[in-house]
């Protein structure tokens, strides 16, 4: 069986993945518009009649923009917990409130979408509540992270176990205090609720790389605040002092905000 992962978009104006096999796929959140949503999967080669869920982190705009259309006017089942899909319907950014599409999980309990096994685990954020997504299909384990406040125990046993990993990496700590954004703005960043450094990342990735660890994707990069060349090297360069090697050891990636990712193959 064929994987096949893409990133249409990831950053704070919208965030949106797939990850699917030659049958079928599911979006790892939905915060961009749904005309771009098809025509990058057009654009890719992905039928969207393919999609058969959609999994979402939590409840901000730029996680959430479009569930509501894929879920009501495209019968796409939508998959978060309880605490999440209340504030996806209490969202002013959601026209379309969610009632028939609507799938409860709990946190930490796996459940089944065809071949994909599915956990999802707490990650802490300033947001209604905020889940990661581990899917283990065929031998691969791919973990999603993204908006990371700080890495507790339970995030880091989840990213711990993965093949494939996409983790934050928001801000350089640099940019972020000397760049022009308000005190309370920089403090909600850079506190235990709100997102990953790259320094943070970088050290996390430095302590607890394994040779089962295949691929790491760096996502939801700050468009003020950091840069993906910038967010790159720092891992680049962390992972090096512990003599692992980028693009011998470990493949890595900055996803760009705005613009799609290749589709990145597995078998």
């Given at each position: 069986m064929k994987l096949f992962f893409l990133s249409l978009a990831s950053g704070s104006s919208g965030n949106c993945y797939y990850l699917g096999t030659s049958d079928y796929g599911v979006l790892v959140d939905a915060g961009i518009g749904i005309r771009t949503i098809r025509k990058v999967l057009k654009d890719k080669g992905i039928?969207?009649?393919?999609?058969?869920?959609?999994?979402?982190?939590?409840?901000?705009?730029?996680?959430?923009?479009?569930?509501?259309?894929?879920?009501e006017s495209f019968h796409i089942p939508v998959y978060t917990t309880e605490a999440v899909h209340r504030g996806i319907n209490k969202s002013r950014y959601v026209?379309?409130?969610?009632?028939?599409?609507?799938?409860?999980?709990?946190?930490?309990?796996?459940?089944?979408?065809?071949?994909?096994?599915?956990?999802?685990?707490?990650?802490?954020?300033?947001?209604?509540?905020n889940v990661g997504?581990?899917?283990?299909?065929?031998?691969?384990?791919?973990?999603?992270?993204?908006?990371?406040?700080?890495?507790?125990?339970?995030?880091?046993?989840?990213?711990?176990?993965?093949?494939?990993?996409?983790?934050?990496?928001?801000?350089?700590?640099?940019?972020?205090?000397?760049?022009?954004?308000?005190?309370?703005?920089?403090?909600r960043i850079?506190?235990?609720k709100g997102h990953l450094s790259n320094r943070e990342t970088a050290e996390f990735l430095a302590a607890h790389y394994t040779p089962e660890l295949k691929d790491i994707w760096l996502c939801h990069l700050s468009r003020d605040n950091n840069h993906p060349e910038l967010a790159y090297k720092t891992v680049e360069i962390r992972l090096f002092d512990e003599g692992i090697r980028v693009g011998k050891d470990v493949s890595l990636h900055a996803l760009k905000r705005t613009t799609p990712s290749e589709i990145f193959t597995f078998e």
């Open positions: 039928d969207f009649n393919k999609i058969v869920a959609v999994l979402v982190t939590h409840d901000h705009a730029d996680h959430i923009k479009t569930v509501g259309c894929l879920g026209e379309e409130k969610l009632v028939g599409s609507r799938r409860i999980i709990e946190k930490e309990s796996p459940f089944q979408i065809r071949d994909f096994r599915i956990t999802a685990f707490p990650v802490p954020h300033d947001s209604t509540e997504y581990m899917i283990e299909c065929g031998g691969h384990v791919f973990t999603f992270a993204t908006d990371v406040g700080h890495i507790t125990e339970t995030v880091c046993h989840y990213m711990s176990l993965a093949n494939h990993l996409v983790i934050e990496a928001n801000y350089d700590e640099e940019m972020l205090r000397n760049g022009a954004y308000p005190a309370f703005l920089k403090e850079a506190s235990p």
